[in-house]
Structure formats: C-alpha cells, structure tokens
C-alpha cells in the first residue's frame, strides 16, 4: 500500500524542481527580464 501524502510530496517537489530548471534555463535566454 502507497501512503498518498507521500506520492503527492514527491509529485509536487519533482514539479517544482521541473519548474526551477525552466526559470533558470528562462533566465539565462534573458526572457524573464523581457517579462518584467
């Protein structure tokens, strides 16, 4: 039995490292100073 909470945690923390990897790789074309 998968304890729910637990896959839920590792769901949202791969995202979120998913996430962090596209702001930097979006930071270094130099888009996210176009944006602000």
């Known amino acids: ?3 729910p909470s ?4 590792s769901f949202h ?3 979120r490292t998913i996430i ?3 702001m930097m ?3 270094r074309k130099g888009q996210v ?3 602000i």
Do not use: D
């Open 1 to 3: 039995m998968v304890n």
């Open 33 to 35: 100073i176009r944006v």
């Open 20 to 22: 962090g990897y596209e």
């Open 13 to 15: 923390t791969a995202r």
């Open 25 to 27: 790789n979006m930071i």
């Open 6 to 9: 637990l896959g839920f945690k």
